[in-house]
């Protein structure tokens, strides 16, 4: 089945900086990488999401970019501010059972104000 | 946002007890989904209801036993759950079943086992 690995398991930044969250997949087949936003004792969001048709998608300050060659994909997050502080969770669409999601193990981000 | 909405937030239970934890969707989705979340731990698929049928059981111990008698309810009963048991328990639903649509999550209930 599918393996998602990502990391780091911590980041920490300061306000204004960049952040760069990776995750590698197993699946070659894999078609759907979603990234979600969990605050403490929040719900996970889901905050931007690539297809494999794509190499690359941005939404204001985030971005994903997608290596299907290589296997892996990443966060990018500019000018980070304090409220961007949460847990991130990477994920891959399993290509031989279509409808499951195997998630990372999330990545703790914190933004130094 | 209340798309999702995962009743209650929080519950102790001794392991002899039996309770339900109920999530409803108010998005019109036909997929409905239960996950745990383990501290450390990538978030654990449990079941997976498509338009009231249930397409994925992944390998949970019989005292989980979900149900969901419409698209926009689901339960999950427990009953002589194990210390082990104890987690924040997240539903899902996306708007059809497949791993490439978006999955709207709750807030989750935090279960603990004494």
């Known amino acids: 089945g599918e393996n998602v690995e990502q990391h780091p398991s911590t980041l920490s930044v300061q306000e204004g900086d960049s952040a760069v969250i990776k995750c590698t997949y197993s699946?070659?087949?894999?078609?759907?990488f979603p990234w979600y936003k969990q605050e403490l004792g929040k719900r996970p969001q889901l905050i931007i999401d690539?297809?494999?048709?794509?190499g690359e998608k941005k939404d204001q300050r985030i971005a994903v970019t997608l290596n299907k060659t290589a296997k892996h994909f990443s966060l990018h997050i500019t000018e980070t501010q304090p409220e961007d502080s949460a847990v991130y969770f990477c994920?891959?669409?399993?290509?031989?059972?279509?409808?499951?999601?195997?998630f990372g193990k999330g990545t703790l981000l914190t933004v130094n104000p | 946002e209340t798309g999702v909405t995962q009743t209650p937030r929080h519950l102790v239970m001794g392991m002899t007890n039996k309770k339900s934890l109920k999530c409803e969707q108010h998005?019109?989705?036909?997929?409905m989904y239960w996950y745990k979340q383990s501290a450390k731990k990538p978030l654990e698929l449990m079941f997976v209801?498509?338009?009231?049928?249930?397409?994925e059981n992944n390998s949970v111990p019989s005292r989980f036993s979900p149900e969901c008698p419409n698209s926009s309810h689901l339960f999950l009963h427990l009953h002589t759950l194990q210390p082990e048991d104890s987690a924040l328990y997240l539903c899902?639903?996306?708007?059809?079943?497949?791993?490439?649509?978006?999955?709207?999550f709750g807030d989750g209930t935090r279960l603990s086992i004494l």
């Open positions: 998005l019109g989705h036909n997929a």
């Open positions: 994920a891959a669409s399993s290509g031989g059972s279509n409808y499951k999601l195997t």
């Open positions: 699946d070659s087949a894999s078609n759907y």
């Open positions: 690539i297809r494999s048709n794509v």
């Open positions: 899902a639903s996306s708007a059809q079943l497949g791993g490439n649509q978006p999955q709207h």
């Open positions: 209801y498509s338009l009231e049928e249930r397409v």
